[in-house]
């Protein structure tokens, strides 16, 4: 938990002043990119040797790669609302899929709004599908995409709440409904992101593109399902749909590099969560295998890192050295503090910010600003603590009826060393008692503040 004035005085604004280029004569851009459900080690730049993302790879390459950034939560809408609000998802207003982020909620979009920025969302909101929740009304000058949780990647029409709910057309710009029938989702979100630059590369803006892939269904144009025939079909899907992801990041960064802007922009690009194992993403009800999570356990809506261990690249050029792999951890709690101090913008006062500036450990190699970050979901709940990662009544949610229930017997209370055994295998409970009692209570201690204190 973080105040203002501890958040300003921790945020390494001296470094980063120090490192802003010559030609930056106003404050910098902020692009965020976010897929869905990616799998934890699905990118060239993380070893993944079958799938194609050059444009992805070279923000790597030219900026910091984070190899212990995490969701705050292993499923979509709480994750978002942390990334947008800066809060752990309880104390957010959503602890899981479902409530519409609250209206007394502030957004990093109206933080940066108050502070002179024209703000865009391009994709998937999952926040709230009112005129009152939807993300005109959370500070977003412009909005292009949808509400729900998901589309048909072509008619654009959300198919999952039968029999409860008809399925209905969900495709936007700002409140109006709009129809482009038959166009690929993702690449309409990259057409919309371009042209927000386009109409507002002259003054500061900050703009979230929420892409829908890799999430079911899984869809994609044949241009890019023939770039990988040598892979299985289900594999060669997902591959494709990242592809299509991939280029949607190069038209965005181009157009940037078009309006001399690449060096006054930064750009993050990260996941709400990792792989699934939902039949419902998989060929005909059968299990998926197609998103990878390496050797990390877990998938999409386990607190084991499987399911909230995503990709993070930061890239700004003359601000973060190119080519660093930080070990240092983070959290999607930490955008909002980190663009708002970027920015020089007001961090509210009014609330509990649980997220820090990450900025300092792409810039000047500092330490992580977290003891410790949690996540409940599920009534799974974990804390991370150095090396340390402890999980009560984890579940694997691999697919399985068993990987549906918690962990058992010694294994509901679950202590790894992620320094020696990233994969969460080894169950160090009873050889580290004094650490599992200490983070037990420190676990227990944080789930009663973020419920009681919001």
């Known amino acids: 938990m973080l105040s203002r004035r501890d958040f300003l005085a921790s945020s390494g604004a001296t470094v980063l002043s120090s490192k802003l280029p010559e030609p930056q004569r106003r404050r910098p851009n902020f692009i965020v990119f976010l897929t869905d459900d990616q799998g934890c080690h699905d990118l060239g730049c993380l070893g993944s040797s079958d799938l194609k993302t050059p444009h992805i790879d070279r923000l790597a390459a030219t900026g910091a790669r984070f190899t212990n950034w995490y969701a705050a939560a292993p499923v979509c809408a ?15 207003g959503v602890p899981d899929n479902g409530p519409a982020l609250p209206g007394s909620e502030k957004t990093v979009a109206a933080c940066l709004k108050e ?12 926040l709230g599908s009112t005129p009152e929740t939807g993300p005109n009304a959370r500070g977003f000058d412009r ?55 386009e109409r507002n590369h002259q003054q500061p803006f900050f703009l979230y593109i929420a892409f829908n892939g890799v999430h079911y269904p899984m869809h994609a144009p044949r241009r890019y399902v023939d770039r990988f025939q040598d892979l299985s079909f289900e594999r060669g899907m997902y591959a494709a749909m990242l592809a299509a992801v991939d280029d949607g990041v190069g038209a965005v960064m181009k ?36 998103g990878h999570n390496g050797i990390l356990r877990g998938y999409k809506f386990s607190v084991f890192d499987g399911g909230m261990h995503p990709p993070m690249i930061m890239h700004w050029p003359g601000v973060i050295p190119a080519g660093q792999v930080i070990d240092e951890v983070g959290c999607h709690i930490d955008i909002l503090p980190t663009l708002c101090q970027a920015a020089g913008a007001t961090l509210p006062a009014d609330r509990i910010i649980d997220g820090r500036d990450a900025l300092p450990m792409a810039t000047a190699q500092a330490k992580s600003p977290h003891e410790a970050i949690y996540w409940a979901s599920n009534n799974q709940l974990a804390v991370r603590q150095g090396k340390w990662k402890l999980v009560k009544d984890g579940i694997v949610f691999d697919g399985t009826p068993e990987g549906s229930k918690p962990l058992s017997g010694d294994d509901a209370v679950f202590l790894s060393n992620l320094d020696t055994n990233p994969g969460e295998t080894q169950n160090l409970r009873h050889e580290a008692a004094e650490i599992t009692d200490e983070l037990t209570t420190k676990a227990s201690a944080w789930l009663k503040d973020v419920t009681t204190n919001r």
Not at 79 to 91: E, N
Not at 115 to 126: F, L, P, Q, R
Not at 266 to 290: C, H, S, W, Y
């Open 78 to 92: 709480p994750s978002r609302a942390s990334l947008l609000t800066g809060r752990y998802p309880i104390r957010a």
């Open 143 to 197: 909005f292009f995409g949808f509400h729900s949780g998901c589309i048909d990647y072509y008619s654009h029409r959300y198919y999952w709440g039968e029999p409860k709910t008809v399925n209905y057309h969900d495709l936007w710009s700002d409140r109006t409904e709009v129809f482009e029938d038959g166009e690929y989702s993702t690449e309409l979100f990259a057409r919309e992101a371009v042209q927000f630059i």
């Open 255 to 290: 157009k940037l590099s078009d309006y001399n802007l690449t060096e006054n922009t930064l750009v993050m690009f990260t996941a709400d969560n990792g792989a699934t194992r939902e039949k419902r993403a998989g060929l005909n009800q059968q299990i998926p295998e197609a």
């Open 115 to 126: 502070s002179g920025y024209v703000t865009g969302i391009c994709g998937k909101w999952h």
